[in-house]
């Protein structure tokens, strides 16, 4: 039998962006980004949520502190990203296109190494109520 | 009377920012809300109108017909734009939820069909925060 237990926390920050692909003309970016190209960035609330993986510490009883948990996301995650332009404020994004998918596989690269690596890791973001991707797929 | 709600949506940037104040009481009385490059929202717009259900149709309004005049007239304007740089009816003003909605309600006024009222614009700009005005 499986022992193992997900444990999820669910977080959110607020941020401008814009998809653009500076090796492109603008023409192009504008037929493949369409209304997210727009030069004066428009904005999402971004809800995020992190699944740990793992089995219970016998003497504890979890699989990971969620407070614990709930400081890492904030000082590695939401410090960075909330009320900031993607596009111009981070480093992780100077030279990467703010995609949520790119974002997601950002956000994992910045938790993994604060959580056990015994702990399976997944990270789940939404864009949109109706637009969310998963990393790792 | 019969109250009737449409839900649409919009994605923006925006910053709350006053011009005639320093850096740093900007920073003091709007947080993080004043970066100055900016942050966004997922805005969810209601809208209700009023009015007596027509004895033909059943309507008070053709639904289809009230998305469509509030996507022409304002999500247009609104959708994946940056409010305070894009937006001619919010030029010159404070960009709070509290001053966007003022300013949907008279876009959208003169021109709903007569058989309605405005009755309420709410406006969602977090799934914490939202504005209510009645006009």
Redesign the interface.
């Known amino acids: 039998m499986d022992n193992r237990v997900a444990v999820f926390r669910k977080e959110?920050f607020?941020?401008?962006?814009r998809l653009h692909n500076p090796s492109w003309d603008a023409a192009t970016n504008e037929k493949v980004f369409g209304?997210?190209n727009?030069p004066?960035?428009?904005?999402?609330?971004y809800e995020l949520i992190v699944k740990v993986t793992g089995v219970p510490d016998p003497e504890t009883g979890y699989v990971m502190d969620m407070k614990v948990l709930s400081d890492i996301i904030r000082d590695v995650v939401l410090e960075r990203f909330?009320?900031?332009?993607l596009n111009?404020?981070t480093v992780e994004f100077k030279h990467l296109n703010p995609t949520a998918e790119n974002i997601a596989v950002v956000i994992y690269g910045l938790l993994r190494p604060a959580i056990d690596a015994a702990l399976e890791l997944k990270i789940t973001l939404y864009e949109?109520?109706r637009n969310f991707v998963e990393y790792p797929a | 009377m019969v109250y009737l709600t449409r839900v649409e949506?919009f994605?923006?940037?925006?910053k709350l920012f006053n011009p005639a104040w320093s850096k740093e009481k900007n920073d003091e009385v709007f947080g993080?809300?004043a970066?100055e490059?900016?942050?966004?929202?997922?805005f969810e717009l209601f809208v209700t109108v009023k009015g007596n259900p027509d004895p033909d149709t059943g309507f008070i309004v053709d639904a289809k017909l009230l998305s469509r005049i509030i996507k022409d007239s304002v999500i247009e304007k609104l959708?994946?734009?940056?409010l305070n740089?894009?937006v001619d009816f919010m030029q010159g003003k404070m960009c709070s939820i509290e001053n966007l909605v003022v300013g949907i309600w008279q876009e959208l006024k003169p021109l709903l069909p007569a058989t309605v009222t405005l009755h309420c614009i709410k406006l969602v700009e977090?799934?914490r925060i939202y504005v209510e005005y009645f006009g």
Request: contains cysteine.
């Open positions: 959110h607020n941020a401008a962006h209304k997210c727009l004066h960035y428009h904005g999402h609330n909330d009320h900031k332009n111009e404020d949109t109520p | 949506h994605n923006a940037a925006h993080r809300c970066n490059h900016w942050h966004g929202h997922n959708d994946h734009r940056n740089l894009d977090t799934p």
